[in-house]
């Protein structure tokens, strides 16, 4: 064997050395963007209510409940009452467990006339939330009975 | 046969002084395995250390007889290595003597002894091999005298080859044999190819450093005893390498210890086996071909060869089934593995020592190998996304695919674990991590927290408190979780009349953290079980406040309690791994009849151990009752007992009267996994299954009245302690995130929102770190012993399922869990 025996297997050892580990390829969507994976972080109360904004990392994180809450939350307050219903709908497609976004449709379906729908919320929103005042108010508004009455 | 088989008993005897005195460098192993005594033979064996210890010394002599004997005429290395004999014979002679008057194992503890303890264990070995190298024939300069060869390169590629196919296809026939290829065709078909790449990689890696050895040793003037030391410093590093990235990380020890220990170890072992070989008579020199052989193990030629490499990868498969899940972090099954490629190469270059004829140095031999095998580890991934994008087929997404396969075929998960990065690996993150993990010399302040400022009630009437935290027990083993479980009833009937909790998660996997969390209300980290912890015990505060007497069976917090607390140990003669509910709750209700003249109200406390995995492999594995089709036999049939006695003792409170007046909470502190991509237990890890919890709380009915919850909202075994209190109609502090918040409320009162926190969850032992997003909906692991990372969305049930890690979950949940892991730190002023 001459000098080059030894040469060629440190040149392959050099080579594992560079390429190990190899990197496990991911999908690339070219969509996702770390503002809208954290935007659900912040309470409602302190964000802009950036429509536009909202509506763009719902479609980019279309699984996101609370995103879909600041949402729909967002289209009630620009007066698009449809368009937040519907919202609220695939936010509960998503976690049908979700109390206080069913509390928040009761009251939306309560205000455009929808009774027995707001009742149905505020029933299912009960199961979850035994007890809650606000969902015992809302199931006796739009059964047409004085709020407050124990359940 | 009889000298080989003495010092490998004295080497069996060096490596369990060597890794009983390693568990006590680390505080973890110390506190989990040392301390309560878990596994009785270990017990035995430090008990009677000296006696072996005594055995080994013997044993080790009975070989060195030859060198001892001062008639025979000696020179050079063979002189020396009498004198050598001799002063074995001396030293460790006393070192024996010195044990058996004062046993030192038996008193050695988790402080600075243990580390020079294991280092020392491994001195004999080297004594011995030192002897045994000494005592050899003087290599001849058989280059020169044309008897010697270095191992041809032809012969080294063919048998890797060889060997590395046959591995794989034994694994992938396993593999399909036992997942019945359910992910569908052309995802086993890439999976399967990928196997083989990284089967060649590993080969190819194999043989290229191989065939450098024997390419050094081959350009010296003494290549028989180049190519046998270069071996044995390639022995040793390989050695010194699993322990120190695959074994000691397991059971926490720190780098440096882990550093030290592995290194010596490697370097033992090595020594040991190279001077078993040098002892080893050659039967017929002109056969000895290479140098390299004769270090190999001693096997028969021909037809016996052929079926021990058939039977090979039945008994791997046996031994790998069999380890499965008594196995720690697949410590033992990587073991196997590498046991299984070795003889496989070995016996490979056994059968065809006579068949391949070599050829003459060939630098396309070295290189294409490598290069063909490296383009298909890259080339497949790529082209199974390419495929995934092309048809909309998510499960041929690679991360996704080869996950599936790894828990089916352990050799792959091993080799992909070792050859494949995840992307965004980040070893400075890592390094933060493993600083607050098992740092040795930090220390803690356990602070004084009181979670309510308020002034005591008057005295009145309280409700008894039951908590039963069962060990173990997973939440879709339940019925009231699982509509699919029909063998627990009485939990069922228990669930439909009260507070079923369907989004709870401990904060810490296993017991040594998880139970601490749950008397504390709050997130801890290590070492919070220590002398002081009662400063922030809100539990026994609440029990000392409103005049409760407790009633308990544990064997983690028990221990630190004040003495001043009233206590009354159930079952206190039972060790841990022995407690049963169905004693326990016995004990309970016989201390509830005899103390009924007591008017305090009752703490009952109980965490047994039934459906422990220590328990459930215990009896071979067996159900106790029959079959229990989709569920863990030997786990169902346990539950379904724990059931029946506890409903049992549910109408016994019914009976006295006191079912009305009792908060009764069944939890557990951690769950398991039970095979879930190939992974028992919860000792290390933070999966889904490990994370989630079983919470059922009953109220009595005036309590149940007067308030809400949220039953799907996010909870943790660490809101039981301040929900107690909250019932106790205290008002809690404000005391931040790293504390739990109560379940209950007022009806007319505002639920706590925690729908947009994240929650740090941390491994007892190992190093692992989790973050909980999104009302539990997202759950992100990092694990520093496997050194990867996963991610879980949990709205998927039963069973979750990795997803792909985007770039920016990862920067987010890395960011997050920092920010958590140094503000506990923070808290409870950590230092190192």
Not at chain 2, 450 to 461: K, S
Not at chain 2, 575 to 586: A, E, F, G, P, R
């Amino acid at each position: 064997m001459n000098q080059s025996s030894i040469l060629a297997p440190v040149v392959v050892l050099c080579l594992f050395a560079a390429l190990l580990p190899a990197p496990m390829p991911l999908p690339s969507s070219g969509l996702s963007q770390e503002d809208c994976f954290t935007l659900a972080d912040t309470p409602p109360a302190a964000q802009s209510h950036d429509l536009g904004l909202l509506e763009r990392c719902s479609a980019l994180y279309p699984n996101d409940v609370e995103l879909l809450g600041d949402l729909a939350t967002a289209y009630e307050a620009a007066s698009a009452p449809s368009q937040a219903e519907a919202t609220y709908q695939r936010a509960l497609a998503i976690d049908p467990a979700c109390a206080e976004l069913r509390l928040r449709l009761g009251r939306l379906l309560l205000r455009r006339g929808a009774a027995a729908e707001a009742r149905r919320e505020a029933a299912l929103a009960l199961r979850v939330q035994p007890n809650r005042q606000a969902l015992v108010e809302l199931l006796h508004a739009s059964d047409g009975a004085p709020a407050g009455a124990s359940r | 046969m009889a000298f080989a088989s003495a010092r490998l008993a004295v080497g069996a005897f060096c490596l369990m002084t060597a890794a009983y005195a390693a568990l006590n460098c680390s505080p973890f192993a110390f506190d989990m395995f040392i301390r309560p005594q878990l596994f009785p033979w270990v017990t035995e064996f430090v008990a009677w250390h000296h006696f072996w210890c005594c055995g080994a010394f013997v044993a080790s002599t009975l070989t060195l007889v030859a060198d001892l004997d001062w008639r025979i005429p000696r020179d050079g290395t063979r002189k020396a290595a009498h004198w050598l004999a001799v002063g074995y014979v001396g030293f460790f002679g006393a070192v024996a003597g010195v044990l058996v008057v004062s046993p030192y194992l038996p008193r050695l503890w988790n402080d600075s002894r243990a580390l020079p303890t294991a280092i020392a264990a491994f001195v004999p070995l080297l004594w011995l091999a030192a002897i045994d190298h000494l005592s050899a024939p003087s290599p001849r300069r058989q280059h020169d005298a044309g008897t010697f060869r270095v191992t041809g390169q032809h012969r080294l590629l063919v048998s890797c080859a060889i060997a590395a196919g046959y591995l794989w296809a034994a694994h992938v026939v396993r593999a399909l044999w036992q997942s019945g290829r359910s992910a569908g065709a052309i995802a086993w078909a890439l999976t399967i190819i990928w196997a083989l790449a990284l089967t060649a990689t590993v080969s190819a890696l194999v043989y290229t450093i191989l065939f450098l050895k024997t390419a050094v040793a081959a350009r010296t003037r003494t290549p028989e005893r180049w190519e046998r030391g270069l071996t044995s410093v390639l022995t040793a590093a390989g050695i010194c390498e699993f322990l120190r990235r695959l074994v000691l990380p397991t059971v926490s020890l720190n780098a440096s210890d882990a550093a030290w220990v592995a290194t010596v170890a490697g370097v033992s072992l090595a020594s040991m086996w190279s001077g078993l070989a040098c002892r080893r008579p050659a039967a017929d020199p002109q056969k000895a071909a290479t140098s390299s052989e004769r270090l190999l193990v001693s096997m028969p030629g021909g037809p016996a060869t052929v079926a021990a490499l058939l039977m090979l990868p039945l008994a791997s498969f046996w031994a790998l089934g069999f380890m499965e899940q008594l196995d720690w972090a697949f410590v033992v099954q990587r073991l196997i593995l590498v046991c299984e490629g070795l003889l496989a190469y070995t016996l490979v270059r056994r059968a065809t020592r006579h068949h391949v004829a070599d050829r003459p140095w060939s630098a396309r031999a070295t290189v294409v190998p490598a290069v063909v095998a490296l383009a298909t580890l890259f080339a497949v991934p790529h082209a199974a996304l390419r495929l995934a994008a092309w048809t909309g087929d998510r499960t041929l997404e690679p991360a996704a695919a080869f996950e599936r396969y790894a828990a089916a075929d352990p050799l792959f998960k091993f080799m992909s674990d070792g050859l494949v990065t995840r992307a965004g690996f980040d070893g400075e993150y890592f390094r933060f991590l493993q600083v607050y993990t098992n740092a040795r010399g930090a220390s803690i302040t356990i602070p004084d927290v009181d979670l309510t400022t308020a002034p005591a009630r008057p005295a009145g009437h309280r409700p008894d408190i039951f908590l039963f935290v069962i060990d173990s027990l997973r939440r879709d083993y339940l019925s009231p979780y699982n509509p699919a479980v029909s063998f627990t009833p009485n939990i069922e009937r228990f669930a439909s009349e009260n507070f079923v909790f369907r989004n709870v998660f401990t904060r810490h996997g296993a017991t040594q953290l998880a139970a601490p969390s749950i008397w504390a209300g709050a997130e801890v980290i290590r070492k919070i079980l220590a002398p002081g912890f009662e400063r922030m015990n809100a539990v026994e505060k609440l029990v000392n406040a409103e005049g409760y007497r407790i009633a308990i069976n544990d064997h983690t917090v028990a221990a630190y309690l004040r003495p001043t607390t009233p206590v009354t140990k159930i079952d206190p003669n039972v060790l841990s791994v022995d407690t049963d509910l169905c004693q326990n709750l016995k004990a309970l209700e016989e201390h509830l009849d005899a103390s009924t003249a007591d008017a305090r109200p009752v703490f009952g406390y109980l965490s047994p151990m039934n459906i422990h995995i220590l328990n459930t492999r215990r009896g071979g594995q067996q159900s106790l009752d029959g079959d229990y089709p989709g569920f863990y036999a030997p786990y169902a049939s346990r539950l379904r007992r724990i059931d029946a006695c506890f409903g049992n003792f549910v109408s016994y409170l019914q009976q006295r009267g006191r079912y009305d007046n009792s908060i009764i909470v069944l939890t557990s502190d951690h769950g398991d996994s039970l095979g879930e991509n190939g992974y028992w237990g919860h000792a290390t890890w933070l999966f889904p299954e490990v994370a989630r919890l079983p919470l059922i709380v009953r109220l009595p009915p005036s309590l149940r009245a007067a308030v809400t919850t949220d039953l799907a909202g996010v909870a943790f075994s660490a809101d039981i302690a301040p929900t107690l209190w909250v019932l106790c109609a205290r008002q809690l502090k404000d005391l931040g995130p790293l504390f739990g918040s109560p379940l209950f409320v007022p009806k007319d009162g505002r639920l706590p929102d925690r729908r947009r926190d994240s929650f740090l969850l941390t491994s007892s032992y190992g190093a692992a770190y989790g973050l909980l997003r999104r009302n539990g909906r997202q759950l992100y692991v990092t694990d520093l012993v496997e050194r990867r990372e996963f991610a879980y969305d949990l709205s998927h049930e039963p069973t979750a399922v990795p997803d792909v890690i985007a770039p920016e979950v990862r920067r987010v949940n890395q960011r997050s869990i920092r920010d958590h892991v140094t503000k506990a730190a923070a808290f409870y002023r950590f230092t190192r």
